[in-house]
């Protein structure tokens, strides 16, 4: 294919999740099998990148004889998320990895490509609201292969102190693999605060104790408290004081800047590092995918179903309730009972039959619905799942919907993007064709 | 080995799906929670506050909290100078941005009456498609009940380019920098991370933070397992699941988990603990 000109980048994926680990050794690659429609995934081996991380040179890329997600010192390997430049080099062409072949056919160089990263944890800022609190890592502009330190920087530290929130690497492309890639690395998942007392938790030492972030409280009066409230390391006492604990999770942008002859293009992505999946064989019921389906999309659906999409939902929602201890969750103690009681003064009753709900029996339940999804189980899904404006009802009936006993982003009861309950809904009359569950109003365009 | 098909530029759910040569499942969003509360790796719910251009809405409530420096003056009345932050947006085009919270009082025969904030993600879904728009917005103070229309301009939920005449001619399945910054998908996390795992229950992702684990049909024929949390585990079928109290020393610790996280939270592969970790290897120096 000539390549003449490049008229627009971008880099896949948009967003990456990177997940906490003190391993050296990232984690290895791996793919999901699903070997029995209602039993776990499988986790099998996939070929995993190995980098010199001095170097930024691709070692090899090969499959590991076993996923292993710690390393010989137990050690938690980290999850660190590459991520590739994508292009376009005429107006009918479609995206395709940008290689080092390209950028040679368009007379460039690799050090033509100019990678930045920029990553935050706002974190005290968030409830102190001093600008000084926020932590920020900036590499500027680089376009060598040697991995940089992110070390997040912020005005209420300690003199010379920073926390490290893990590497940004520019990979360097070969004959075998010249696609333009970059890595990301997260930290290690330790624990900073202000000079505390010997034994205290902290890995070091970097806040200054005489800014707002120690001693800290969530006050009844501020009505911009994070919700739920007073989620930090504090005293225990009854004024819940921050212990002035900090993190090295973060979030932020991975910018590139391609100089070329007569113009510069620039694109970024997203990166964020949080902890790990305990549970790697399964997803949860509602993700952040899904929301991004939704801003991307739209909530109602315009297209055929695809009945994958529909065993998909109804898997996750099986792999997460066998997470649960569904009896304890189901008490008016606990869980989403305990939180109707507390938030609105509502009976403390049980959700569902205690008699019912065993994790077994709901777990069955769900197994049932994923084997006969085509032969009208979905029908009775589709009648219970709750819909994103009934969150509020605790009628027994509206306690009772779809997800059922748990929370969602607005501090009800948990319900699915309006998206997800539109397809299941479509899905319901699809595979129930005499007996049709609800008419979805199509939107013509 | 994968290779990398070519994805038309207008293929915006491709390239959504797409996980990257060498990264696993895990590494996508489609393994992050949404249901934030506050989130696990983020806070999604951050990614709403900035939605109408000029003002700053709370994550998890319709409380405006701040409006821009160069807002027009009628915008800047939703935060007026020492009166405090009243003003809550109930509409959007129309379309109601709570609902009613109904149900059996705790006072004998009577009827809970509360409002709920719907979350941004659902209630703006009818709203997002208007991006560059101005639609028209109610708030209504929450204590004099006093209301303001103002019609704000929608942003763009994704990184976009337009042409001279504000049309959109690219978009991309980045979330925009006019909605967030560095640091602010995640600030309304615990801090530090491991919190989560003390204070937040089952109910919230269990898929991801389980609960429930090494579940076998117990002598009674109910489901017997252990805690997620308890140190120790005492061997089927005579474990008993321990209820979560950060005060009983069965369950790992605040500080236990500050310290030495990654050797008390365990694996879970097919419900069950990952096997017991190995001595380590490292030699000690003699």
Not at chain 1, 228 to 251: H, K, M, T, W
Not at chain 2, 115 to 137: D, H, M, Y
Not at chain 2, 191 to 207: H, I, K, L, M, V
Not at chain 2, 232 to 242: A, C, D, F
């Amino acid at each position: 294919m000539p390549v003449k000109d490049i008229i627009e980048i971008r880099i896949l994926p948009a967003l990456a999740i990177s997940r906490l680990g003190s391993s050296p050794l990232p984690m290895d690659n791996f793919d999901w099998e699903i070997p029995d429609r209602v039993g776990y995934r499988k986790i099998i081996p996939a070929e995993t990148f190995h980098i010199d991380t001095n170097t930024g040179r691709i070692i090899d890329f090969k499959k590991p004889e076993k996923v292993q997600f710690r390393d010989s010192r137990n050690r938690i390997r980290p999850i660190a998320p590459f991520l590739e430049l994508w292009g376009r080099f005429s107006v009918n062409d479609p995206l395709v990895p940008v290689t080092m072949h390209h950028l040679k056919k368009l007379g460039l160089r690799l050090s033509d490509v100019h990678w930045r990263v920029l990553v935050g944890n706002n974190k005290a800022f968030r409830r102190t609201k001093d600008p000084n609190d926020k932590i920020l890592s900036d590499t500027g502009g680089f376009e060598d292969f040697k991995r940089k330190s992110l070390k997040g920087k912020c005005k209420n530290f300690l003199p010379g102190k920073s926390i490290p929130f893990g590497f940004g690497q520019f990979i360097k492309p070969n004959l075998q693999f010249p696609e333009i890639r970059f890595r990301f690395t997260p930290a290690g998942g330790f624990v900073y605060g202000p000079p505390s007392p010997p034994g205290s938790p902290i890995k070091e030492a970097v806040y200054n104790p005489k800014h707002k972030w120690k001693g800290y409280r969530d006050l009844d009066s501020d009505p911009t408290t994070t919700a739920p409230a007073q989620i930090f390391a504090n005293d225990l006492s009854a004024q819940v004081r921050s212990l002035g604990y900090l993190d090295d999770e973060c979030d932020g942008l991975i910018e590139v800047e391609l100089h070329c002859k007569n113009k510069k293009l620039r694109t970024f992505a997203r990166v964020v590092a949080g902890p790990p999946a305990f549970a790697p064989d399964g997803a949860p019921v509602r993700t952040v995918h899904d929301d991004l389906e939704q801003a991307l999309l739209g909530h109602a659906i315009t297209e055929k179903i695809n009945p994958d999409d529909i065993s998909n939902i109804i898997r996750r929602a099986m792999e997460t309730v066998r997470l649960i201890n569904t009896s304890v969750m189901n008490d008016k103690a606990q869980g989403m009972g305990w939180m109707d009681r507390s938030s609105y003064g509502r009976a403390a009753e049980p959700i569902m039959n205690p008699n019912v709900v065993d994790n077994l029996a709901i777990l069955a339940r769900h197994e049932l619905i994923l084997l006969s999804l085509e032969s009208g189980s979905l029908a009775w899904f589709a009648r219970v799942v709750r819909h994103f404006n009934q969150v509020g009802d605790l009628s027994d009936e509206g306690r009772r919907r779809m997800p059922a006993l748990m929370r969602g982003a607005d501090g009800g009861h948990l319900a699915l993007t309006r998206r997800m309950v539109n397809k299941i809904l479509q899905a319901a009359d699809l595979f129930n064709q005499h007996k049709p569950v609800r008419t979805i109003k199509k939107i013509v365009k | 080995m994968k290779k990398h098909e070519p994805i038309e530029p207008k293929n915006l759910t491709a390239q959504l799906a797409y996980r990257g040569l060498g990264n696993p499942p895990t590494s996508h969003p489609s393994t992050a929670v949404s249901n934030s509360y506050p989130g696990l790796e983020m806070d999604f719910r951050n990614v709403w506050k900035h939605i109408f251009k000029g003002i700053e809405l709370l994550e998890y409530t319709n409380l405006v909290i701040g409006v821009d420096k160069d807002a027009d003056e009628k915008i800047k009345r939703l935060t007026p100078e020492g009166k405090g932050l009243h003003y809550e947006l109930i509409s959007v085009d129309g379309i109601h941005m709570t609902a009613p919270v109904t149900g059996p009082s705790s006072q004998h025969g009577q009827q809970i009456n509360f409002t709920i904030s719907l979350e941004w993600s659902n209630a703006l879904a009818e709203i997002l498609p208007k991006a560059g728009q101005f639609v028209r917005c109610r708030f209504q103070h929450n204590q004099n009940q006093k209301v303001i229309v103002l019609d704000l301009q929608v942003q763009h939920f994704f990184d976009v380019d337009m042409d001279r005449n504000g049309k959109v001619i690219r978009k991309r399945v980045v979330i925009s920098k006019d909605l967030v910054k560095p640091g602010d998908l995640t600030q309304s996390l615990c801090s530090p991370w491991q919190n989560d795992y003390r204070e937040c229950g089952c109910f919230y992702w269990a898929a991801s933070r389980p609960d429930f684990v090494n579940v076998e049909p117990g002598l009674n024929g109910k489901s017997s397992g252990n805690n997620w949390m308890e140190k120790n585990r005492e061997p089927q079928p005579n474990s008993q699941y321990i209820i979560d109290d950060f005060s009983d020393t069965r369950l790992v610790s605040y500080d236990e988990l500050f310290t030495g996280w990654e050797k008390e939270l365990r694996f879970i592969f097919a419900g069950k603990d990952e096997p017991p970790l190995k001595k380590s290897s490292r030699k000690k120096k003699k």
